[in-house]
């Protein structure tokens, strides 16, 4: 069954600080694989986006994340993290029978110190 | 373009009760879903719709847990009865242009006393 782990419960950096969020995945062909941020009473937006190709992928608010197929990861990443991007950051895969049915992880709380 | 609204945004209710949670996608979105998120965890889909047809449901505990799309546009999911482990945001996302963005509401917070 595909699942989807996020080992970070919680990661305190400071502001200006680099920033990445693990995440690896169970899954039995090449995965769609997506981030999602969820700011406190808000739903969740997406980030970036994975189907094939080039195995960076930029997305907004200026994040980037990497699909390593041999370490079934896709990081998230961001060189300089601003005291806005504290949230919720949840990494997702489609379901291999229905891609567009997403496989939550349980998220990671990121904490931003000025 | 406005995004999908939620309603309620809160709900407290005691077990046993029942309650209701609605859903306007994106117009124009065909696929709509509803996800159930507990403290602490992702959310998880009780339910995708493609219009109003029924596309996934095996999540949903249809004992208690039953959501409509009856006109293809706006949802219902509804509770009855509801039991303390409901508590819970239930998140409301329809399916954009974009392949396999899912643009999500603000959610509704319903706790269970």
């Known amino acids: 069954a595909q699942s989807v782990t996020q080992p970070d419960i919680h990661i305190t950096v400071s502001e200006g600080a680099s920033l990445e969020l693990r995440c690896n995945y169970s899954y039995g062909a090449t995965p769609y694989l997506f981030w999602y941020v969820q700011s406190p009473g808000q739903g969740l937006q997406l980030l970036l986006k994975y189907f094939s190709g080039d195995t960076l992928v930029q997305g907004i608010k200026g994040f980037e994340a990497e699909f390593k197929r041999s370490q079934s990861s896709f990081n998230l990443r961001k060189p300089s993290v601003h005291w806005s991007d504290a949230a919720e950051y949840f990494c997702?895969?489609?379901?291999?029978?229905?891609?567009?049915?997403?496989?939550f992880g349980t998220g990671t709380r990121l904490q931003v110190f000025p | 373009e406005a995004g999908v609204a939620q309603s309620p945004r809160y709900k407290i209710i005691e077990k046993r009760q029942s309650v209701a949670f609605w859903c306007n996608p994106i117009s124009g979105h065909a696929t709509l879903y509803w996800y159930q998120q507990i403290l602490g965890q992702g959310p998880k889909l009780l339910i995708q719709f493609q219009n109003n047809g029924v596309v996934d449901d095996s999540q949903l505990p249809k004992d208690r847990f039953s959501a409509e799309r009856l006109k293809g546009v706006d949802s219902t999911l509804k509770i009855q009865p509801a039991k303390l482990e409901d508590s819970a945001v239930y998140l409301c996302?329809?399916?954009?242009?974009?392949?396999?963005?899912?643009?999500f509401g603000p959610g509704t917070r319903l706790t269970v006393l």
């Open positions: 997702a895969v489609g379901a291999l029978y229905n891609t567009d049915k997403l496989i």
């Open positions: 996302a329809s399916l954009g242009s974009s392949y396999n963005e899912q643009f």
